[in-house]
């Protein structure tokens, strides 16, 4: 059974997509991304905001803070004005965050 790398350079990092530290920066650099841009609603830029700081925070486990942005951006996934590309980001955020071990 072949085993794939699934590592890939994103701004200049090597991230390791089988080691949870590399997801969560990899997390943090897609939700500094969207807040800081100015075609998505400042209550979304907000909430991705508050999000990047929820996978900051290194007292709380790995799982526990993946969990708690996961639900964060879960709640803002359905707002109508945010715009398609945003959403899209949002998916793919989402779907980084459920790769990454709760327990």
């Known amino acids: 059974m072949r085993r794939f790398n699934m590592s890939y350079r ?18 943090i650099m897609m939700l500094h991304a969207m807040s800081e841009d100015s075609t998505i609603p400042r209550n979304i830029r907000r909430v991705a905001d ?7 925070d290194e007292k709380k486990t790995i799982g526990l803070r993946a969990a708690s942005a996961l639900s964060m951006i879960d709640e803002v996934s359905n707002d109508s004005n945010m715009p398609i590309h945003a959403r899209t980001r949002i998916w793919e955020l989402a779907s980084t965050l ?6």
């Open 50 to 56: 508050e999000t990047m700081k929820v996978l900051q």
């Open 10 to 27: 994103f701004w200049g990092w090597e991230l390791n997509m089988a080691n949870p530290e590399d997801m969560i920066k990899q997390c």
């Open 98 to 103: 459920e790769a990454i071990p709760f327990d």
